[in-house]
């Protein structure tokens, strides 16, 4: 990738009269931990899903890693792993099946299966049925997920959400360490400033679809 990981220009998305992300500009660099902060309906989920292709913008563009994101562009997706809302898993399946499945589907290498699992802390879990797990275990098997093809991006919305203080915690130390193993770049975006900020390097907050504060966190 290039110096920025994700660049914005001018990005904008209506829904009807609503303009939910209004001329946004973001610049994160490659290897940094990004909180991207505001409250909830403040255009968060929106810009995630246009960094991704997933939305089309009605103005501007985003680049990854220096190349222009356009839907389908298989090449450039391969390059990002994103968590967005609930990890999909199958329940009636173990950990090492889920990520077997996705091996499978997407023709990765089943030799990541051990490290990723190592890395998400589950290794000890990983022939258990995820219908046994807790929450804060589905979210890092979700990562886990995330992170097979070992990309260079990694996009989280609000990974810690219905998490209780040591889900928060055991996401946080994760966060780190997905970063600083491989110096992947992780964008998260959240409400909670006093969560993203033991982890960030980078805070960039947006405010009824505008970005308001860009500036370095506390880690």
Known sequence: MSDAAIRTYSLTRRFGKLVAVDRLDLQVPAGSVYAFLGPNGAGKSTTIRMLLGLFRPDAGRVEIGGRRMR???????????????????????TARENLEVTCRLTGISSDRIGPVLDTVRLADAANRPVRTFSTGMRQRLGIALAILADPELLILDEPTNGLDPAGMQ????????????????????????????????????????RRRFGGRGDA
Request: glycine residues 12%.
């Open 170 to 209: 055991e996401m946080r130390e994760l966060i780190l360490r997905v970063s600083r193993q491989d110096g992947r770049t992780v964008f998260l975006s959240s409400h909670l400033l006093g969560e993203v900020g033991q982890v960030a390097s980078l805070v960039g907050l947006i405010a009824t679809g």
């Open 71 to 93: 839907r389908g562009d298989a090449l450039l997706l391969s390059r990002i792993g994103a968590l967005i809302e609930a990890p999909s898993l199958y329940p009636h399946l």
